[in-house]
């Protein structure tokens, strides 16, 4: 479905998301409900995960979720779970912004109770890896931006944090680094919303042109194919980058700042070579010392996305705990550690080990494009070169999107035209099956004898072609 939410500069945009709806009739005050904030799959709307098909770009991700997700809703629960802002819908997203994340994760819970009165308004937040990070800021501003509705609780699977120290471990890295698309994905959405971040400051010149390629594809690409999969980490930089702006942003995107009023989980893989075990280690001392009551668990053995398989049966008994009102405990008292490994060789959600295979993913990547050697100077020459290589891949939004990237132009504080209301409501009325429903899309409402997600779900559309997609 399509839905109203705040974005990230501001106003009101257009986010897609799915809701899946368990079988048979609702208890009294209607169905628990998880809010479920997905992990990195890319930048470009396609990565959607209501977008995913059998063939989609991140479908191996995105069909390992199924699992743990499809034991929610066999267990009672309803599960929505938004996109987020640019995913299924037009860019920017703004990748690792904690606040539009979880803005459009609780509209999600509001525009889904529009769409099936029988969801309660009780909720339980779960995310994974970007989605963990995403859902920490949505258990901390949940209660002010969504009164109406009750937090019980927030689940996070090894969720992102340190984001400065991730990108200072890339910038000294001397091989090929798998975490380099992801820290490009921060800076990107970082300088997209930040005019004071400027690109040209912190890349070299050889890097810049190819800041389109990540829009190309969705994460698997960016680690397989291309410039990316093969660059050199420490040479995309600048020797001494202007990091300041990056700096203070990047503090206000740290899940540790948080207190998280409801009862808080975090599960943390200690095989986890994708989001350091250390790291998260330190989150959870951070989020205990600011006075929120976390149960941490290390699950031994486990990977990035493993944690989820090993640490699903502990979570299906901690959410049902926090419906039923039973006191949770915590252990910031005596913190257990996952961990203190240095940062692994791999991308945010993907637990890639070595250097990456030269996969000639789905769709071509965008060949190299030398810097011009004549005339202007040189911000304006990199300029040039962003905006020729984004209108190879983005026809007619070359100029827009070399400013947004290099912190200047276009309009509000990002620098790209943003989705506002009028664009919203017109999205909104291009989803088939429903038309609008107090300002809520209701595509494909309710289907019964759905597969994957859900026995009934309300299927998203596919904007381009205004057929449904598959739900997760």
Known sequence: MLYHS???????????????????TPPAGGWPVITWTHGTTGLAPVCAPSRDTPTGPEHAYLAGLRTLLDGFVARGYAVVATDYEGLGTPEPHPFLQGRPNAWNALDMLRAARRVEPN???RYAVLGHSQGGHAALFTGALG???????????????????QIMGRLDAVRQAAGVELSLPYVLYVLQSYAGTNRAINLTKI???AALPHLPDLHVGCMTHALTTGYWSTAIAKDQFLPAPDLTAFRKMAAENEPGSLRIAAPTMIMQGTADRTVPPGWTDSLAGQLCANGTGLAYRP????????????GAEEAHAWVAARFAGEVAA??????????????????????????????????????????????????HDRHDVIGQAFRRVRPGRGDEAADRLLGG??????????????AARALDDQAAGGGRIGGVAAGGLLQQGGQGLGHRAAGPQDLGQGRPSAAL
């Open 119 to 121: 969801l309660g308004t």
């Open 299 to 310: 699950v031994a053995g486990r990977d990035h996305n493993g944690v989820m398989v090993g």
């Open 143 to 161: 209660p002010d931006y969504l009164p109406e509705f009750t937090h019980v609780g927030t689940l996070a699977f090894a969720p992102g944090s």
């Open 409 to 422: 132009g276009g309009d509000g504080a990002g620098g790209l035209p943003r989705l506002g209301v009028v």
């Open 330 to 379: 915590s252990n910031c008292a005596a913190l257990p550690k996952a961990g203190a490994e240095p940062p692994g060789r791999s991308g945010l959600d993907r637990p890639w080990q070595g250097k990456p295979r030269q996969a000639g993913g789905r769709q071509q990547a965008i060949q190299p494009m030398p810097l011009p050697r004549h005339g202007g100077e040189a911000g």
């Open 203 to 205: 890349l070299a010149p």
């Open 6 to 24: 705040t974005a990230a500069a501001g106003g009101s945009t257009a986010v897609s998301g799915t809701i899946a709806i368990p079988p048979g």
